[in-house]
């Protein structure tokens, strides 16, 4: 029966039949068949509608909410650059202009022939080895002209991505310094047999003891995270990993995921002992796609070691699995809350709280929610004990942290140090040298200036999800900080208006003022914007957004300084900029097809 159906009909069916018809998993759904079709059709969300009995509407609201998933025909290559501030300080942008000509292509546009679009993705976590892109879901690192040429070539032979040259895709740990985690030399089991010889009241116990906090940023307590979703009422219990490191500058979970899988998993594992769940779900960005299969690997032999499954480690009644879900593109979907949509089948709108999700999180059901290196962290208090864990780092900050170092240094990659070291020191080791600025935690944390460089990071001082982008003084930072900016208008998930247009009009003054409009008038806007921002946000986000505005404007004000062109107010608008697009389909560029401004006339 199935071998007479169409493409796109035996998709659906596969896709549906596999996920048993459960409209939570619409998104893995409309991934798998846009993997298999190319996009999401029109008749394949015909389809969907009828076997999931689902309204039309929030099967195409959900496909037009991910940046991954497409309800138009794209190119067979889809090439996403990464575009990240550290990918554009090494000639991104360039490279992408350079492969638009060589193969025809506009940029955001597909090929008149179908075989081939470019665009941009806001980051591809790879950024310590950039200029990186994404070609068909799969990470290209180390982008220079020669290679652009040579993929340019695979792509005109419409070469199958499974025959393209094997370095291309060499992804790398690149570890430059190990401490207690990274240093580690746990055999799979290890932590659970320590943890099930103490007993799942002693083990959360002992995560209490250890002070470990949330290592995305917000920094909750672990213990007191693992207790309340333990003590809630609910009929189930989940375990989420977030994997969603969508933060530009932070790659640390990448490695994590690929060379410490069985830490992760394990960490998560504890987590189900401690608190009784039953199932558990690894929500992995759709950048690392790529990493997928090696994850499903690593699952299948846990369960072969009787690390997952029903009685785990021979434990009567300590039944416990885990899936992965991909995401498909949205940043905001590292917000525990709107990831917890995203699980349930959702656009990745976050919610509002209380209540949390350790009392109803993923199906109304009290839901732990950690970052990675947390739950890999928790393995080492289950097999050394909480006190000893609390006596690395500071007395507020306890234990190591793994920082994402990248841009203007000699060696960027992966540092792990016990909390409390300081910003210089972190310097010192990655080789970089004339240091303007360092942006630590990504664009939603803080910009650094030298006169800051000896404070510390720790929650009580620079708390960090682990960014840490490296900036030297042939940097312009304002142009740091409208990298940004763009950035949070393209992600913001527009559910709030003062989000939505806010980080708009946001993004239009820096462009204002880099487009030479800019006027005293424009810094009190964005102060304004900030306050708005700030109060009537929804979500973090919101909160964020003008963070690096705000801390370049005080830090840096000779970079502004130099786009306040004008004493008074100034429109933004300006004619001759608009005529540049009928300027290039035209091919003119002469003085006649521009419009001077001095004179108000056409030449």
């Not at 002070?211 to 309340?228: D, I, Q, S, V």
């Not at 763009?486 to 989000?499: D, I, K, N, V």
């Not at 964005?526 to 963070?547: E, F, P, T, V, W």
């Not at 690096?548 to 933004?572: G, S």
């Amino acid at each position: 029966m199935t071998e007479t159906m169409d493409p796109v009909t035996k998709a659906v069916a596969a896709t549906v039949a596999r996920y048993r018809k459960d409209p939570h998993y619409i998104l893995q759904m409309l991934r798998e068949i846009q993997e298999a079709c190319d996009w999401i059709s029109p008749e394949a969300v015909d389809l969907l509608q009828e076997a999931l009995r689902l309204p039309r509407t929030k099967i195409e609201g959900v496909a037009g909410f991910y940046a991954f998933l497409y309800t138009r025909p794209r190119g067979r290559y889809r090439v996403l650059f990464s575009d990240n501030i550290t990918d554009r300080m090494l000639g991104n942008i360039e490279l992408l202009d350079y492969m638009c000509k060589q193969l025809w292509v506009e940029r955001g546009k597909t090929s008149e022939d179908g075989l081939v679009s470019i665009d941009t993705a806001s980051c591809t976590g790879v950024c310590d080895q950039g200029p990186a892109l994404l070609v068909n879901n799969c990470a290209i690192t180390r982008m220079t002209r020669a290679r652009a040429d040579e993929i340019c070539e695979l792509i005109r032979n419409k070469v199958a991505l499974a025959d393209w040259p094997r370095e291309y895709f060499l992804v790398e740990d690149q570890i430059r310094r190990k401490d207690v985690l990274l240093g580690s030399e746990l055999e799979p089991g290890d932590a659970l047999a320590a943890a099930l010889a103490r007993g799942a009241e002693a083990l959360l116990g002992e995560v209490k003891a250890s002070n470990l906090r949330g290592r995305g940023g917000a920094g909750f307590g672990t213990g007191l995270k693992w207790e309340a979703c333990r003590n809630a009422q609910g009929t189930t219990r989940y375990v989420v990993c977030n994997a969603d490191e969508g933060e530009p500058g932070t790659f640390k979970d990448r490695v994590l995921l690929s060379s410490y899988a069985d830490m992760v998993f394990e960490g998560m594992t504890l987590c189900a002992l401690a608190t009784e769940a039953t199932k558990g779900m690894l929500y992995l960005r759709g950048e690392y796609r790529y990493l997928l299969d090696h994850l499903d690997g690593v699952l299948k032999q846990r369960r072969r070691l009787k690390l997952l499954g029903s009685g785990i480690l021979g434990r009567p009644g300590f039944d416990f699995d885990i899936e992965i879900q991909l995401g498909a593109g949205a940043y905001i979907c590292g917000e525990e809350s709107a990831l917890i949509e995203s699980l349930e089948g959702k656009r990745g709108t976050p919610r509002n709280r209380p209540p949390f999700p350790v009392t109803h999180g993923y199906l109304d059901q009290p839901t732990v929610v950690n970052n990675v290196e947390t739950f890999a962290a928790s393995c080492l208090v289950a097999l050394r004990g909480g006190a000893w864990y609390a006596g690395i780092g500071t007395a507020a900050s306890a234990g190591t942290k793994i920082l994402s170092v990248s841009g203007d240094c000699a060696l960027p990659g992966l540092y792990e140090y016990p909390f409390g070291v300081s910003v210089s020191e972190v310097l010192q080791a990655c080789g970089a040298l004339d240091v303007q600025a360092v942006q630590v935690s990504g664009p939603s944390g803080m910009c650094l200036s030298a006169l800051e460089f000896a404070r510390c990071i720790a929650f009580e001082d620079i708390p960090t999800a682990g960014a840490f982008m490296v900036f030297n003084y042939s940097r312009d930072m304002f142009e740091v900080a409208r990298n940004f900016v763009h950035f949070f208008a393209h992600e913001s998930c527009g559910f709030c208006t003062p989000c939505r247009v806010g980080t708009s009009l946001l993004k239009k003054l820096m462009d204002k003022l880099n487009n030479g409009h800019g006027s005293p008038y424009d810094l009190v806007e964005i102060d304004k914007l900030n306050r708005l921002l700030q109060s009537m946000s929804h979500c973090g986000l919101g909160h964020s957004a003008c963070n690096p505005v705000l801390d370049t404007i005080v830090k840096f004000r000779p970079a502004y300084e130099r786009r306040l062109q004008h004493k008074e107010f100034e429109p933004a608008f300006d004619l001759d900029r608009a005529l540049r697009k009928a300027r290039q389909m035209t091919g003119r560029d002469d003085a006649g097809a521009h419009f001077s401004t001095s004179s108000g006339e056409h030449e």
